[in-house]
């Protein structure tokens, strides 16, 4: 297998993350259920670069770019909490690359220093069965149901 590894995005990235975004199944499973158009696209993205409250990192298998993880700070009172989204190219699906992501992912945010989160949490919809089981697989515990949607969550050890 090859190695899986995390790196922070950059404006290049913008069109891996566009192609998977308007995938039939990341559309059906959007907030919005919604596609989006190129230019809200690369708006989004040149914002969501700049904006110090959100990050984005592409997964890369040894070979190519793969996918994405995202993690946007909540406005919440108590605690940082970090909302995550993943996505996986199409054709790289089906090695349970996703769950190893998300443990990757708690390795990077130990280690960063301008981003403090204490807890992360995902809304799933819950006919996302491949998302269900990625998130269960990297030990994310359900902790409600919201038709249609159920959050995960996982707390990260505050020791370094
Ligand atoms: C969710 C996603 C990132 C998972 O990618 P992945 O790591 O390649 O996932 P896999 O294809 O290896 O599937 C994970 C598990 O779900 C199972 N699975 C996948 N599709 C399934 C389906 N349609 N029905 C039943 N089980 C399914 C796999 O067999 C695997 O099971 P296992 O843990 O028992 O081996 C990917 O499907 C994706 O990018 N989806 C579109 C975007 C999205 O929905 N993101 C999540 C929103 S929070």
């Not at 290049?12 to 499973?29: C, H, M, T, V, Y």
């Not at 158009?37 to 592409?58: A, C, P, Q, S, Y």
């Not at 406005?75 to 349970?96: F, L, P, W």
């Not at 038709?147 to 050890?157: A, H």
Request: glycine fraction near 8%; proline fraction near 2%; charged fraction near 25%.
């Amino acid at each position: 297998m090859n190695e899986l590894t995390l790196h922070l995005a950059s404006a290049k990235d913008a069109s891996l993350i566009f192609g998977i975004r308007n995938l039939p199944e990341s559309i059906k499973f959007s907030g919005t259920g919604q596609p989006v158009t190129e230019n809200e696209h690369f708006v989004w993205f040149e914002n969501l670069l700049k904006d110090k409250g959100r990050r984005l990192w592409i997964l890369n298998d040894g070979i190519d770019d793969i996918g994405f993880v995202r993690v946007d700070l909540l406005d919440e009172a108590v605690g940082q909490i970090g909302r995550v989204s993943i996505g996986i190219k199409r054709e790289s699906r089906g090695h349970n690359y996703a769950s190893q992501a998300l443990g990757l992912l708690t390795l990077q945010l130990k280690d960063m220093r301008d981003f403090y989160v204490e807890r992360l949490r995902a809304f799933v919809h819950f006919d996302n069965i491949a998302s269900v089981k990625t998130f269960r697989k990297a030990g994310y515990a359900e902790v409600n149901t919201e038709n249609p949607f159920v959050t995960f969550e996982i707390l990260l050890s505050n020791e370094s």
